[in-house]
Each structure stands twice: as structure tokens, then as C-alpha cells.
């Protein structure tokens, strides 16, 4: 029997994270350049990308790009590919929340929501799912949240993406994981994040929604390590098609 912390381990994996310049997806792609995976980060800033390269150094790229640009996915997928070549594991950590409610919601404000939340998560999954199979094995971790089943004050076009993001997990398992490429979505709670930052600068709100969880607290940055490194890995090889809520049980009240 193999060390069972090696099914933990990286080396040798292309990881790509969106959302790497800040919050939960720099996160993200911190936690998988520790666990040993060469790392492409992607987001709209390159001067927040270029910062989290350099402290990580050699096994970390970028690629600055506006994923909600649909028309601009294949060619972002053929940049993402060029320093360590096509990634076997995707984690989809960018999204916007305009936060509009229902009678102010804009089509503008809708599309670029269902572009960057719901649909670039598919299309870039889809230009790297070829490789994968070629390989069989890959990973998919798709950003859900606690809106893709509850309903919240100004979340309609946000809440929608993001219920989207569960059923699109879930075809994705269908489509791919024979293949040995497994579709999985992590739930966060409320994480101090530049995207929950309103919430947060309101102290009351925040100690409302500590109380909601089981745990009694907010999440930390670091409560997220482990679930991503789990979904990201071969540790969760039998795994496919679920939303792990990373929430401190605040779906579970």
C-alpha cells in the first residue's frame, strides 16, 4: 500500500486557476504550486498576477485575459498552454456579483454574469478536455456558491450563474468522467474576499452570517486548502459530479 499522503501530491501536474489575482482563486493557486503542480494563473490584472508569480517563482505563469470575452476563450486556452503545456487540472475561481436587484438588473450586467461565471467555465473545459482523455486523467473544480441554492437580496443574476454552476458540474461528470476527468464544484461560504467585500465591511452583517454557520465563525482563507487540494488530486478519484459546500455548515441550518 502507497503512502496515502501521496495521493495529495502535484508533481508533475499543469494546474490552471482563473481568478489568480486575488481571493480565493490566488489562494488556489498558491495551494497547488505547495502541493508541487506547475501553475498558470489567470485574471484581468497583470500587475496582481505578476506579484503572485514572482513569490512563487519558477513552476508559476500567467496570462492576463477578460475571460468573460467569450469570443476570446480559444485563444486564451493557447496561451494558458504555452509554458508547461495543456493543463490537466482546471479550477474555475473567477466570477463577478453586480449585486443588482431583480429591477435594476441590466443585459449588460446579465451577460458578462452568465459569461464569466457560467460560461467560461465550460468553454475553457472544453478546449483542454481533448488532452485530458488523451492522458485519462484530469481535474475539473468548478467555483460554486451558497446562492446556487439559496436566494439572496440583490444576487438574481449572480444566484442564477451560480445554480447554473451546479448543473453544469454535474454534465460535465456525465460527459467526461469515464474518461477519467473528474467535474467537481467547491460552495464557499462568506471568506474575506475583494467579491465579499460589502458584506464584510459591514460588521453586523458579518457576525450574522457567523452565527448562521454551524462552526460559529466566517471562513478563513486557509479553511479552503484542504477541500481544494482533495478535488484537485487523485485523492478524490471516485469523486465526480458533487458540490462540496466549504461553508461551516451554514447550508446545513
Partial sequence: MSNPIDLFDLTGRVACVTGASAGLGQRAAIVLARAGAKVVGVARRADALAEWAKATGENAAVVAADLSQRDQIEEIAKKISAPFGVPDILVHAAGINTREVADDVTPEGWDVTMNLNLAAPFFLSQAFVPDMRCRGWGRIVNF?????????????????????????????????????????????????????????????????????????????????DGPLLFLCSDASSYVTGQVLMVDGGYTAK
Fill in 144 to 224: 460554486a456558491s451558497l446562492q446556487t441554492t439559496r436566494a439572496f437580496p440583490g444576487g438574481i443574476s449572480y444566484g442564477t450563474s451560480k445554480a447554473g454552476v451546479g448543473q453544469l458540474t454535474r454534465a460535465m461528470a456525465e460527459a467526461w468522467s469515464k474518461d477519467g476527468i473528474t467535474a467537481n464544484a467547491i460552495g464557499p461560504g462568506f471568506f474575506p474576499t475583494e467579491l465579499t467585500g460589502p458584506v464584510f465591511a459591514d460588521p453586523e452583517r458579518a457576525a450574522r452570517n457567523a452565527a448562521q454557520t454551524c462552526i460559529g465563525r466566517n471562513g478563513e482563507l486557509s479553511d479552503m
